[in-house]
């Protein structure tokens, strides 16, 4: 079955790089994708990347893909207060229909 | 642009009372979407419309039914509200369903006694 998994929780000092994981187990993903939440807030898309590239820079973002361990990682550089969030990953399949499945999320937080 | 919108932001009901979430959006996109969101899990699809017309089941369609209105409105109805129900539910669009990306509105905090 699908499931997207990610780690609860990730503390970084401001000004360091932050890096948040997420682990799929569908190979037929066609796009993965990054989505922030701020708090009472709804999600917000950070970014996303085919399935078959390995690598996307946006900015302070980079997206990494491992398509051979369906492992996804996005780093943010230079971390900022305002980057504390919660973190979500998501797959997006189609079989039968369209489903996109989301990870519980990662929630960041940025100490000064 | 508004993006997407949803009413109300907030909803107490009463269990066994029944209402209708609301979402609509100004993007002209053919494909809407209902989550629910619980503490500590992702999100999870309710129902979809992949287009105008045309409404399919989710992962948790259980106790809900969708009316996709027109283009731009698509809703979902709680007809005996169940306290498992107690969630935030968010409304996203998208142009298509695949690669395009799904756009979120800012929630409906429910809660269900």
């Known amino acids: 079955g699908e499931d997207v998994e990610q780690s609860l929780f990730l503390s970084v000092r401001e000004g360091d790089s932050s890096v948040i994981n997420c682990t799929y187990t569908?190979?037929?993903?066609?796009?993965l994708y990054w989505y922030k939440q701020e708090p009472g807030a709804g999600l917000q898309l950070l970014t996303y990347?085919?399935?078959?590239?390995d690598m996307k820079q946006d900015q302070r973002l980079t997206v990494l893909l491992n398509k051979k361990d369906k492992h996804l990682s996005l780093r943010i550089a230079d971390t900022q207060t305002g980057d504390s969030a919660i973190y979500f990953c998501?797959?997006?399949?189609?079989?039968?229909?369209?489903?996109?499945?989301f990870g519980s999320g990662t929630r960041l937080l940025v100490r000064p | 642009n508004a993006g997407v919108t949803q009413t109300p932001k907030f909803q107490v009901l009463k269990t066994g009372q029944s209402m209708t979430l609301q979402c609509a959006q100004d993007?002209?996109?053919?494909?809407m979407y209902w989550y629910r969101q619980d503490p500590g899990m992702g999100l999870r699809l309710i129902y979809y419309?992949?287009?105008?017309?045309?409404?399919d089941k989710g992962e948790v369609p259980n106790g809900y039914n969708v009316s996709r209105l027109n283009k731009r409105e698509f809703s979902l109805r709680l007809e005996s509200a169940a306290p498992s129900q107690t969630s935030v539910y968010f409304c996203?669009?998208?142009?298509?369903?695949?690669?395009?990306?799904?756009?979120f509105g800012p929630g409906t905090r429910l809660t269900v006694l």
């Open positions: 419309s992949a287009s105008e017309g045309t409404t």
């Open positions: 996203a669009s998208s142009k298509l369903q695949d690669p395009d990306t799904q756009y």
């Open positions: 993007m002209n996109h053919n494909s």
């Open positions: 990347i085919f399935s078959n590239m």
């Open positions: 998501a797959e997006s399949i189609m079989d039968s229909s369209y489903k996109l499945i």
């Open positions: 569908d190979s037929s993903s066609t796009y």
